[in-house]
């Protein structure tokens, strides 16, 4: 059984991440991982605690020469910012007076959390529902990456809009609308929209927002190549892998709506034209003559790209707070309080979009072809495919 578990606050010396379940005998390489912990912090509209940062990974367990040992494997991921906090940090009891954080920012966990877990300082909440946990995500999402590889599976993300700012007519979905230079368009763009003229306005709609001390939100698009048919399942509800994805996706802190394939615009035509045509191949291979089901049928993949599209709400830490309510007092206050933040997380949120489907392919494309070792699973893969 694949799993993977994340720990570490946002101002705590570091982030760790177990990983359990990867086959032995996987080649990986630090600085794959790496390259997407950068991709990460990219984006235009990202603030000052990325040029903080300089994430990678350290691996401590389960990786041996740069191969998996089919053992636990552990990362972690130094956070540079810790010296500045450590006291305000420390594990261990402090004689020093910390300044307890106690006016909540609407639209944060600040506070929900605290009246969940019962705590009177809110930065109890604030560092582990910070988005700074996704890079442990994106961490784990690069070694799925590299299993994914193995088998022809690749993982892209691009944006589509922020803010009013966007696509007027949503892009196709087969294979075919997709090429290289689009890709490379996209890792060369600020925004990692592959339009120029596109992204330029996005950066001016971002720089209004700044001015204004607001931020903004958008959609972007995520989609995975050379998926096999039959990972999945329709025969329990928690198993179809749509409602997998959608858990997964909808995870990423700012994300409020996601779609597969069509989506709603599903809803606003006849079946006769959504629902994709299928042909057989005189090669023997199966394809559809559209993809208004995103690569998923029945809770199962159907050997289509997978193509998902996800909504991302304007980030609430506000450089003018809104107002809020004092925890220690209940007195209604003006305004809220500003937590360093950025103005918009979009192309970075797309990435962390990326290490999610990679992550929830990993785990099921090891439900359907199991092994202990890579040459194990290779082979039942290859042997399990018609």
């Not at 080649?27 to 605690?49: A, F, M, N, S, W």
């Not at 294979?175 to 230079?181: E, F, K, V």
């Not at 609430?316 to 206050?333: M, Q, R």
């Amino acid at each position: 059984m694949f799993r993977f578990l994340t720990a570490g606050e946002s101002h705590g010396p570091c982030l760790t991440m177990i990983v359990e379940g990867l086959p032995a005998g996987l080649p990986v390489e630090k600085t794959i991982v790496d390259v997407d912990l950068r991709r990460r912090q990219g984006g235009y509209g990202r603030g000052g605690r990325m040029k903080i940062e300089k994430d990678a990974i350290r691996f401590l367990a389960g990786v041996r020469h740069g191969k998996t040992l089919g053992s636990p494997i552990t990362m972690q991921i130094e956070n540079l910012d810790w010296p500045n906090w450590e006291e305000r940090m420390s594990a261990a009891p402090i004689e020093a007076e910390v300044e307890e954080v106690t006016r909540v920012r609407p639209g944060h966990a600040d506070f929900t959390g605290s009246i969940k877990y019962g705590h009177d300082d809110v930065r109890n909440v604030i560092e582990r529902s910070s988005s700074r946990e996704t890079a442990s995500r994106v961490a784990v999402g690069g070694l799925c990456r590299q299993f994914l590889s193995q088998f022809g599976i690749t993982v892209r993300s691009h944006v589509l809009s922020v803010a009013d700012i966007g696509y007027t007519t949503e892009r196709g979905m087969t294979q075919d609308a997709y090429n290289d230079s689009l890709w490379n368009a996209v890792e060369e763009s600020p925004m990692r929209c592959a339009d120029a003229e596109l992204t330029e306005k996005m950066i001016a709609r971002i720089l209004e927002a700044k001015r204004n001390g607001d931020t903004c939100g958008g959609v972007f698009e995520v989609v995975a190549f050379g998926v096999p048919i039959g990972l999945g399942s329709f025969s329990q509800w928690d198993r179809r892998l749509s409602a997998r994805l959608g858990q997964a996706l909808m995870s990423i802190p700012s994300v409020k709506a996601m779609e597969i394939g069509a989506g709603f615009g599903a809803t606003r035509v006849t079946g006769s034209h959504v629902h994709d045509v299928l042909r057989h191949a005189e090669d023997g291979s199966w394809y559809h003559l559209s993809n208004n089901a995103g690569g998923i049928e029945g809770g199962i993949t159907n050997g289509e790209p997978i193509v998902a599209r996800v909504g991302v709400k304007p980030i609430p830490s506000l450089a003018h707070p809104l107002p809020s309510v004092d925890l220690s007092t209940g007195e209604n206050i003006d305004q809220s309080r500003y937590e360093r933040s950025d103005v918009c997380v979009v192309p970075a949120a797309g990435v962390v979009g990326e290490a999610m489907m990679a992550i929830v392919l990993t785990e099921a494309l090891l439900d359907k072809y199991a092994g202990d070792s890579l040459t194990e699973t290779m082979r039942n893969y290859h042997s399990g495919r018609k």
